[in-house]
């Protein structure tokens, strides 16, 4: 057999001090327990190193079996910038997701039969799905170092699949969705799979393969092999074997769960049972289920042996499951109900305590002073990180570096290794430093070395140095390579200069749907949303396809354009819709103030059970629920996003609007139990208490959690300053200014415009209006805000002053604007003024009015004692009247006395409103002005018969 050494040893003893393995047995829709217990883990070294942390980045070696091996080639199968394709959270909702597609359940009696013949499923979806989501990537360019077992039925032999191997051996090169179809191929459950390879010499080989968990359905071992450094280009170096050196190695094994304690079969039964019987029982396979539980268990022995002789025991974790019964001991069982029967399983295993395997009884008993799985686990994740950071700080010592530095006179092909090495690392300094180095020395660079560096400017923004290694492309005759231009549009984008990557766009001879994707999402990063638009129009008629990354980057830029409409009709054409693209219409509308649709297009993906929500989807839809005080819906989301991931990743990504909701809806209560959920270090977590009291008009409270904040030490942001200020009056607003000028908040936009609103607010619009005319720049926000100032204060004329300002400005208005300045004319009997605004609105700036518009309209004409005008308007209005429209109606009938169209805009109100008892009040009242005391009893008995009672008038004093 092939030498199935997996592990290079690569990074720990070359800079650092230890050998991160991670293992993952085979146990089909079971994976859902360890995708639970790695969202966790993740979870945990993002709050030590923050959001970009991915499982990759802190293990060495990720063995996977079967549903392991799925998990593993998820977690490092690379993005286009070299970074995991999937997140530890993504595990979860993808086998949720897919599960019952790959599983179709069926219990007729034909399809029984049928597995006595041939496999129970066809596995045509799995396949599709596998080679649909890892594409073309091949087993070396995974972003760490994988293992993955399969059995070669032909040679009746293990084949194990190691990217370390690869590297040296191209036949072993396989295709990612080739190895994951072969290790998920369980006898009994899906079809063998064949397919072919070739080495560096054109020689063929084949495969004839099933799942992995035959040869190792706990791949711990497989893991780990001799230390030794390893570096691309070099590998005699490390292939001397040496003795197993365990006290480096920190070892994560993750169980996918067992049934010893309802002990499923005995030698009683199994007397009789067949051939059929072995491989079939009641929905079950004996034969399967004992290799596969007897490997694991037995390499999970062996482990916590080695370990405990060397006193290392700290140093391996093993979390298993042993108390799966019925349906969730299933590998396949992929029913909605059972699938979150598991997801509750893996959460409560987080709290069941480090337990080690009693071979007597098979029992898994707790290790003293272990503490729980969850404990544990953080315990893991500080090692980890620490061990990450130690690398990092000793990288010059690496042996990598080591070893290239002892080459005398290196080629360009030991510069392109180190240089992907510091690439695929993080290490953008180191990457770029070396190109100069290697500059100097005189190597000359070529088209694999370019794509490396300008990632690395891109990603520290280092606009200047790209563009002298733009200028050594067109020495070096790379200009019109296609993957050196496809980075070149990146690192231009990315560093800001988007017009430097359409010049290097519109100059490829060759183009790749890659090359149309990288540009337009530098339009959209950069803001020049309707080129985007222009460029996908463009890219599909020079014939090439858009796939679902140019459509939801071209659906953002419409978004962001607040064109939510006209991303719905790019939604339509989209085949198979991701959670990107429905994340992307939800939160669209969200921030365009169209809660109700944001909320309906969550509820249609939900009804569709096609995609299920991340917790991006989750925290857009929740400020959809704040906004419209939508308590019921919260509450559901709530209860779903701590069903289906850890609780710690939902209350870090979505806690803010899940508090601001609960605040909205007057439930203080469930808002302070979900402040205590979140991480209080954080000031995102303030931030939402404070505008969720903000919210509901409770200034002191706001004001009290600012002061609090400020004494437990909490770092303030920009977000908490602008926050705070509307809640404020004028002497704690005073103060926040003060505290503004002496703290670096001098050129943020954001808190002047909360300043300008806050001295508007209280009376001090002279002041309002020194610091907006002393804004070095202003946003769209900073006009409207002073527009509305303005307004507030009965000064319409500067309001359409201000406006005309705007319009030669570089800042164009939107529909709140006009709303502003609408409001001003009302406000301050503008009439005429007003009206030509509105009519200038569509014919000069092309805004096709809203509810809000005619609302202003119709008060400004009712202000004005117009109310027959008012009523003419009303009826020609091309939309519904709201209730909000005839309300300032009734009012203005109230001031004038106007009982005819009191009586129209209240009979309104009763169709729309029949529950507000003040309606009837008010006409009751005009009535009564009126002398006409019979219509205004009419109307108090429509009252009682309606059962409505005016709420009595209170004061705060």
């Known amino acids: ?146 293992v993955i077992p399969t059995f070669d039925i032909k040679l009746l032999q293990p084949t ?98 067992t049934s010893k304690i309802e002990k499923k079969y005995n030698a009683k039964r199994a007397a009789r049972w067949g051939i059929l019987g072995w491989l079939y029982k009641e929905g079950h396979s004996p034969l399967v289920d004992a290799f596969t539980f007897a490997s694991g268990d037995m390499v999970d022995l062996h482990m916590s042996l080695i370990f405990r002789s060397i006193r290392c025991e700290h140093n391996y974790l093993r979390i298993q499951d042993d108390t799966l019964s019925g349906d969730t001991s299933s590998t396949d069982k992929a029913t909605r109900k059972n699938m979150e029967a598991l997801v509750k399983i893996g959460k409560e295993l987080l709290q069941k305590p480090v337990s080690r395997m009693n071979l007597d009884n098979g029992i898994f008993e707790p290790v003293e002073n272990a503490g729980t799985n969850e404990e544990a686990l953080t315990r893991f994740a500080r090692l980890l990180s620490d061990e990450r950071r130690l690398r990092r700080q000793r990288i010059q010592n690496s042996s990598a570096q080591a070893l290239f530095d002892k080459l005398s006179q290196p080629n360009v092909f030991a510069w392109t290794a180190i240089l992907g090495f510091y690439s695929r690392n993080g290490l953008s300094d180191e990457c770029v430093r070396a190109y100069s180095e ?27 140095v790209g563009i002298q290694v733009h200028k050594d492309v067109v020495i070096c005759g790379c200009e019109f390579d296609l993957q050196v231009c496809n980075s070149l549009i990146d690192m231009y984008s990315k560093s800001g200069d988007v017009g430097s990557g359409r010049r290097v766009f519109d100059e490829m001879v060759e183009r790749d749907v890659l090359s149309w994707n990288s540009m337009i999402s530098g339009y959209v990063c950069n803001g020049f949303l309707e080129f985007s638009v222009e460029l996908l129009a463009t890219m599909r008629i ?24 006209e991303a719905w009709e790019i939604f339509d054409q989209i085949k198979e819709p991701n959670i990107i693209s429905w994340t992307t219409l939800v939160s669209g509308y969200s921030r365009i103030g169209n809660h109700e649709k944001s909320l309906g297009i969550f509820r249609e993906m939900m009804s569709r059970r096609v995609v299920f ?24 989301i709530h209860g779903y996003g701590i069903r289906s991931v850890d ?56 004001l009290e959690c600012f002061s609090k904040m400020q004494r437990s030490g909490i770092m303030n942001n920009q977000i908490t300053i602008s926050t705070v200020l509307p809640a404020c009056d004028l002497k704690s607003g005073k103060q926040v200014h003060a505290y503004i000028t002496k703290n670096s908040f001098s050129s943020v936009i954001p808190v002047w415009n909360a300043l300008i609103y806050m001295y508007s607010k209280c009376g001090c619009i002279g002041t309002a209006y020194s610091i907006f005319s002393n804004m070095i720049s202003r946003d769209l926000v900073s006009w409207n805000t002073m527009i509305g100032g303005f307004g507030m204060h009965g000064l319409g004329q500067s309001a359409l002053q201000l406006l005309r300002d705007m319009s030669h400005s570089d800042v164009c208005p939107n529909s709140v604007t006009f709303t502003s300045a609408l409001s001003a004319c009302s406000h301050s009997g503008l009439v005429d003024e007003g009206l030509k605004l509105f009519h200038t609105m569509t014919r000069d700036f092309g805004f096709t009015p809203g509810m809000e518009h005619f609302s202003c309209v119709v008060d400004l004409l009712a202000r004005a004692d117009r109310l027959e005008d008012a009523v003419g308007f009303i009826e020609k209005m091309p939309l519904k009247p709201s209730k909000h429209i005839w309300s300032a109606l009734l009012a203005a009938c109230r001031a004038q006395q106007n009982v005819s169209v009191a009586k129209l805009a209240a009979e309104q109100l009763f169709q729309l409103e029949p529950e507000h008892a003040g309606n009837y009040v008010t006409l009751s009242n005009i009535y009564a002005r009126a002398g006409r005391w019979d219509d205004a009893v009419a109307v108090r008995k429509l009252m009682e018969d309606r059962g409505l009672v005016k709420p009595s008038g209170y004061s705060w004093i």
């Open 1 to 146: 057999m092939e030498e199935s050494f997996v592990s290079d040893g690569t990074n720990p003893p070359s800079y650092g001090e230890r050998i991160t393995v991670l293992s993952m047995d085979g146990g089909g829709i079971r994976g859902i327990l360890p995708g639970t217990i790695l969202s966790f883990l993740e979870s945990k070294l993002q709050e030590l190193d923050g959001a970009d942390a991915r499982i990759a980045d802190y293990f060495d070696v990720i063995a996977g079996t079967s549903t392991g091996g799925l998990i593993a080639s998820m977690l490092t199968a690379p993005d286009e910038n070299q970074r995991p394709l999937f997140m530890a959270r993504d595990i979860v909702p993808f086998y949720l997701q897919h599960c019952p597609r790959i599983f179709l359940q069926s219990h007729s009696t034909f399809t029984r039969l049928q597995t006595l013949t041939g496999p129970k499923y066809n596995g045509k979806y799995l396949r599709s799905l596998v080679r649909r989501m890892l594409g073309a990537r091949r087993l070396h360019e995974t972003v760490t170092r994988v």
């Open 160 to 257: 194990i699949f190691s990217s370390f191997v690869a590297e040296m051996d191209s036949s072993k090169d396989a295709l990612l969705s080739d190895i994951c179809i072969s290790t998920s191929s369980a006898p009994t459950y899906l079809p063998a799979y064949n397919f072919k390879t070739h080495d560096s010499d054109g020689n063929e080989r084949e495969f004839h393969l099933v799942d992995g968990g035959v040869a190792a359905n706990n791949p711990a071992l497989l893991a780990m092999k001799p230390t030794g450094a390893v570096f691309p280009g070099g590998p005699e170096e490390c292939m001397a074997s040496k003795a197993l050196q365990y006290e480096n190695y920190v070892v994560v094994s993750l169980g996918t769960g």
């Open 438 to 464: 290697m500059k100097l020395k005189g190597v000359l660079p070529d088209k694999y070395v370019f794509p490396k560096v300008f990632r690395a400017c891109g990603q520290l923004l280092w606009l200047e």
């Open 542 to 565: 020079r014939g090439f396809e858009p796939d679902i990354v140019t459509w939801n980057t071209v659906m953002d830029a419409y978004c962001r354009m607040g064109l939510c409409d």
């Open 613 to 636: 929500p991340d917790l991006d989807s989750l925290s857009s839809v929740l400020v959809s629920c704040r906004h419209l005080g939508a308590l019921v819906c919260g509450q559901e």
């Open 647 to 702: 609780s710690s990743s939902f209350y870090k990504s979505a806690g803010a609007a899940l508090l601001t909701m609960y605040v909205r809806c007057k439930r203080i209560q469930d808002a302070v139990n979900v402040f205590e959920l979140m991480d209080r270090f954080d000031v995102v977590t303030w931030n939402a208490m404070i505008l969720g009291f903000v919210d509901l008009e409770m200034g002191h409270l706001a």
